[in-house]
């Protein structure tokens, strides 16, 4: 009982940095209708500016994250700005593979700058662990649940509210529309990137606080979020919460039993797992749990 | 009547010609083995890149699971071809039997992944083709009496077709003899995927690739092309691994991954999206790339050439570049390197292939 | 004029009725065509013209009623049931493959009367040359009648307006269709163009004895060539008969009255 609960509580973690990157996707795929195949690029700058401007520079954890995320807020636009507004108007393969090239550049330079090596991202929670009742979370993790958590309620707001949100809003529904209305598209686009950026930093930070550490394949959690989106479906912001959580808490199940109980599987049977979720998942509901139906017009 | 030849122009027929003549005369020529291992390489997965640019290109549908059919293409031929004695034992059948099988199975299997995938357009097809990827990486590893599991396998089958074993023609070496074995393979596929784009299969996908509900309702059913052309990727994809397995000598699970995916798109993003020759010069390129910028590394600035000093790797830069190459020619000239090659082909005034400002 | 009773309909659609959510699109709508009848369909914009022709190609799924073309059912079936019934049409807003030249497009036409598979295809030499020289033959018939020499070989997306409503109408030809549906052939078109059009229509009409079925906001030009003509408001028939029966009929009068169309008639 108490390994269900370990795996449910792991699972729930990891789960919910999983749905922090699927969010990173969901706001620039409602902009532009585009998988951004670049979000784990963003991770990684996001997560070596926050080690350079806390341990290179000595700026307080928190200012630096701060720093960090508004750094890589700007790249995200930047990289808007001088490519992929050039894509406008282009088949959406086109624009994935932009993205695709762009993630490889990045892949790259990060460890040209900073080496191969697992940095420690000197973080103010390092291994301390809690205690409930014989079950062990690392301190960082409730962290993790706490940034997840306000950064989904300020996007929700955002959408719900705000005056850009509400752009967005509209121009997933009918873009030429949206912009007879006055809506600048361009804002909109570049502002969504501006805020899969700033999300990706914090993604990124979490995932490498504690024991986690900074290296340059910490952008491969991007690759096991895609899962996530699909099964939410692109285009909502619940539906990544939704499917990040079911993405993390079936691969820490899987991981928990599959060796015991199915081992013909395989072993690392787990890493894998997202992926079999989401082909099961597509093949009964082939927009996803959450999706527009119109999405999959693409 | 025009359009009936193979040519847009005599002029690019006499290229062509000349390509030939070139190709044929390289292992003899140039003897250099790395040289040889490149072009090697580079005609192995120009089969592949032909094949994707027949699903991508001319009916539209993105795909990055590629490399899981090369996978299943290279274990089909090791599985097949390779010793009876081996560990992993194969079945020591000849080239006539394991290479066309290579190319069917995968096939095969693209005719039974290819309805659940087709279902799916452009952001969800890429995601769900790239977890074919991942969910084919497991399989490979964990059916180890095939693939060797992650130790991997060796690729030692039978080359020889009759009297001619292209393991050594005569008095040449290994390499050079593979080279016509790959590059006639390459002839078959790029001459084959040229008769298929230009007849009424051909015509069809590109109609789907173009307008799906238009061609509906003249009639062309979709899912049979989509599927066809799903199969006929896949297929050539097979044969492509099982060459590329071949030249190797050796190949693991992780030689199947996502990287790979990507550098078979990046091809033909970079030779020509929806052409033929595009596959060909985008292998050319992806695989020619490395050694250039070996070649001339110690004049490029930045870059490290002792591994204890600052700077790139080798490999590094050359990610980069094919990084910023996918990037360049998607946003700076998305025909690829084959609209330079029309453009040049076509200057005598034949103007019988259209200028197309964009392939999708 | 053809309006001969005794010939055998091609097409018979009886109580058609589309409805996307809750607006009701067609409420039972019943026509029929004779062979080698040219017909027309006119009516306000949005009053279900197109969804007319849309039921008759399959890509909407009506309701109730049935269409039946020389006697099979097509409600239900796939668009490419339709065509391989023997239904060809023209879209609105142009249904071209963009990237593909003026020859492809007509040859994408031959699609179901050439059976050219995947491998044949490949091998290009006996099966697959022999079509390609059969039906290239038919495709150079309709660039001649269609005037499109100088384009045979443009992309057909880089071609002006007029020029791709004829390849589109080529296209449709090229299958050898026994019901011809042609969605606002003149639409955007100058006078002098859409005289030619018209007399195209007439003479392919008149030549191949192709039933057709015409819908067009250009009333003088439907009332000079059309057999029959059927009218529509708000998704109901409102008027049929011949050119002059509608131009007396009090209900389309008004229908065209009520509203600044009115002026056409």
């Known amino acids: ?298 | 009547m025009d359009g009936l030849s193979l040519f847009a122009s005599r002029r690019s027929r006499n290229l062509t010609l000349a390509l030939i003549v070139g190709v044929a005369a390289y292992p003899l020529v140039v003897r250099s083995e790395l040289w040889l291992t490149v072009l090697l390489f580079v005609g192995a997965t120009a089969i592949g890149a032909v094949g994707l640019n027949l699903l991508t290109g001319f009916t539209g549908q993105v795909s990055l699971g590629h490399a899981f059919f090369l996978g299943l293409g290279a274990y089909t031929a090791c599985y097949l071809g390779n010793p009876t004695g081996g560990a992993p034992a194969g079945r020591g059948l000849p080239l006539f039997v394991w290479l066309p099988l290579a190319a069917l199975l995968p096939g095969l299997v693209g005719l039974v992944v290819g309805p659940a995938a087709l279902r799916l357009k452009g952001n969800y097809l890429a995601v769900v083709s790239l977890g074919l990827v991942f969910l084919g990486a497991h399989v490979f590893k964990q059916w180890s009496s095939v693939t060797g599991g992650s130790d991997g396998t060796s690729v030692a089958p039978s080359l020889a077709l009759g009297p001619v074993d292209f393991a050594g023609i005569g008095g040449l070496t290994r390499n050079q003899s593979l080279f016509f074995l790959v590059w006639g393979m390459v002839g078959l596929t790029t001459l084959g995927s040229r008769n298929l784009v230009r007849t009424r299969p051909g015509r069809a996908m590109q109609a789907v690739r173009d307008r799906e509900v238009a061609a509906e309702v003249i009639g062309v059913s979709v899912a049979r092309y989509k599927l066809g052309a799903f199969a006929i990727s896949s297929g050539l994809a097979g044969l492509s691994g099982a060459l590329y397995a071949v030249v190797l000598t050796y190949v693991e699970p992780g030689t199947w991954s996502l990287a790979l995916s990507i550098q078979f798109v990046a091809m033909i993003i970079v030779g020509g999206i929806g052409t033929t020759t595009g596959g060909v010069l985008g292998a050319l390129f992806v695989g020619g790339l490395p050694e250039v910028v070996r070649h001339y590394s110690a004049s490029i600035p930045f870059v490290a050439r002792t591994a204890s000093e600052r700077g790139l790797s080798l490999p590094q830069l050359n990610q980069i570049l094919f990084g910023l190459c996918i990037v360049g020619f998607l946003v700076l000239e998305p025909r690829g390197i084959a609209a330079l090659w029309a453009r040049a082909a076509h200057r005598s005034g034949e103007h019988r292939v259209q200028a197309r400002p964009h392939p999708l | 004029m053809s309006d001969d009773l005794t010939k055998a309909p091609v097409l018979e659609v009886e109580g058609l009725t589309l409805r996307f959510g809750g607006i009701t699109a067609l409420d039972r709508v019943s026509l029929d065509v004779r062979s080698g009848e040219l017909f027309a369909v006119i009516g306000p914009n949005g009053a279900g013209k197109t969804s007319i022709l849309n039921c008759l190609s399959c890509l909407h799924r009506p309701q109730e009623g049935s269409i039946r073309i020389e006697g099979n059912e097509l409600v239900g079936r796939r668009p490419m049931a339709a065509a391989r019934a023997g239904i060809a049409r023209t879209f609105q807003n142009l249904g071209l493959f963009p990237s593909l030249d003026v020859i492809d497009n007509l040859m994408l036409g031959r699609h179901q009367r050439t059976s050219t598979g995947f491998l044949a295809g490949a091998i290009w030499v006996g099966k697959a040359r022999r079509e390609e020289v059969l039906n290239r033959r038919r495709c150079e018939e309709l660039v001649e009648l269609l005037d499109l020499q100088p384009h045979r070989r443009a992309r057909v997306g880089a071609l002006a307006y007029g020029v791709q409503k004829r390849v589109e109408l080529g296209r449709a030809l090229a299958m050898e269709p026994r019901l011809l549906l042609l969605d606002e052939p003149v639409a955007g078109m100058d006078a002098e163009e859409t005289a030619d059009i018209a007399r195209l229509i007439v003479d392919v009409n008149a030549e191949l004895g192709l039933a057709m079925i015409l819908v067009e906001h250009d009333m003088a030009m439907v009332m000079g060539v059309a057999d029959r003509l059927l009218a529509v408001d708000f998704g109901r028939v409102i008027g049929s008969g011949t050119p002059a029966e509608i131009q007396a009929d009090p209900r389309v009068i008004e229908a065209y009255l009520g509203r600044p169309q009115g002026r056409v008639l």
């Not at chain 1, 269900?4 to 922090?20: D, F, N």
């Not at chain 1, 979370?137 to 959408?159: P, Q, R, S, T």
């Open chain 1, 1 to 298: 009982m108490t390994k269900l609960v370990e795996l449910i509580v792991s699972g729930t973690i990891r789960g919910a940095l999983y749905a922090l990157v699927a969010l990173g996707f969901v706001v620039i795929y409602k902009a532009t209708g585009v998988i951004n195949f670049a979000q784990g690029g963003l991770l990684l700058i996001g997560t070596y500016l926050t080690y350079n401007a806390h341990v290179t520079w000595g700026l307080p954890f928190w200012p630096a994250v701060g720093l960090a995320t508004a750094l890589t807020a700007l790249t995200g636009v930047a990289v808007e700005r001088t490519v992929l507004r050039r894509m406008a108007g282009q088949p959406v393969f086109a624009v994935i593979m932009v993205t695709l090239g762009l993630l490889i550049v990045v892949q790259q330079v990060v460890p040209a700058i900073w080496g191969y090596d697992r940095l420690n991202l000197d973080d103010p929670w390092g291994v301390r662990r809690l205690s409930f009742g014989g079950i062990h979370v690392d301190l960082k993790d409730v962290w993790a649940l706490a940034v997840v958590a306000v950064v989904l309620a300020a996007l929700f707001a955002f959408f719900r509210y705000g005056r850009y949100g509400l752009a967005m809003r509209a121009m997933a529904i009918d873009q030429e529309a949206a912009m007879a209305q006055g809506i600048s598209a361009r804002r909109v686009v570049a502002l969504s990137w501006g805020i899969a950026g700033a999300v990706a930093t914090l993604a990124g930070v979490m995932l490498a606080a504690g024991s986690g550490g900074v290296d340059p394949a910490k952008d491969v959690i991007a690759l096991a979020a895609f899962p996530a989106i699909i099964l939410g479906g692109l285009d909502s912001p619940v539906g990544a919460v939704v499917g990040g959580l079911a993405i993390g808490l079936s691969q820490a199940l899987t991981g928990g039993y599959q060796p015991d109980h199915a081992a013909f599987l395989g072993a690392g049977f787990d890493t894998v797992m997202p992926y079999v979720v989401m082909v099961l998942v597509l093949l009964a509901r082939p927009c996803g749990l959450f999706g527009t139906r119109d999405v999959v017009r693409a």
